[in-house]
């Protein structure tokens, strides 16, 4: 397999030719097909969030299953599956317990304490993996990986609003946007102060 690695923070990702690593029970061999990029990623290269390198970075991952580990059920090769940042819970902390799973005490994270997706190919644990609807291209589907992901989060705890204010006019206010819109919501976005080029976005994208 081919992957861009963080060799060293602040350094540029290098490319490096691997053996195909092999999946454990419970785990997908992907064969990546797209990759987004995050606000994290760049958070992990510029070294404001630290855990071990190298790393291959990447957390909005789209891929077919290639082969899979002892005790997976519910997906086959070929299926086309989406991988988040949230790689594996321990399922036995007060937090998992509680059902707030994003919270656990011992957490892998894809493309930060586990190899992630600007490569060819990964391995990701089946039970955080995702069916990709068909209705959705590679591209299309990745950003939903992170930015989507924590943006509906949000959106589903501010219950039946009808109107809402985004704090931050990044990847998931864009994309919750116009999800919100199509519920017939009002949305009000805040921006730094002088991101002239963040408002006029959301205003292109139908916001008050
Ligand atoms: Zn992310
Ligand atoms: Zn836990």
């Not at 390198?53 to 599956?81: C, K, N, Y």
């Not at 590679?138 to 705890?157: F, H, K, T, V, W």
């Not at 809402?164 to 864009?174: R, T, V």
Request: negative net charge; aromatic residues 8%; hydrophobic residues 40%.
């Amino acid at each position: 397999m081919r992957a861009m690695e963080l060799q060293e923070v602040g350094g540029p990702l290098q490319f490096v030719e691997r053996e195909t690593p092999v999946p454990g029970a419970g785990e997908l061999l992907i064969q990546i097909s797209a990759c987004g990029v995050c606000r994290t990623d760049l958070h992990i290269i510029d070294g404001d969030i630290r855990d071990h390198l190298p790393i291959v970075p990447g957390h909005e991952i789209v891929g077919h299953v290639l082969a899979s580990g002892l005790g997976v059920s519910h997906f086959a090769a070929g299926d086309r599956v989406g991988v988040p940042w949230l790689g594996r819970t321990c399922g036995e902390c007060r937090y998992c317990h509680a059902g707030q799973e994003n919270l656990c005490d011992h957490p892998l994270f894809t493309g930060f304490t586990r190899d992630g997706g600007f490569a060819t190919h990964c391995i990701a644990n089946a039970a955080f993996c995702l069916p990709i609807p068909k209705e959705f291209s590679d591209a299309e589907a990745a950003p939903l990986l992170c930015a989507g992901l924590i943006g509906y989060r949000s959106l589903r705890m501010a219950g039946h609003a009808r109107r809402i204010g985004l704090y931050g006019f990044g990847a998931a206010a864009h994309i919750l946007t116009q999800v919100a819109l199509w519920q017939g919501r009002e949305v009000y976005a805040f921006t730094k102060p002088g991101d002239v080029q963040g408002q006029a976005f959301a205003r292109a994208l139908g916001c008050v």
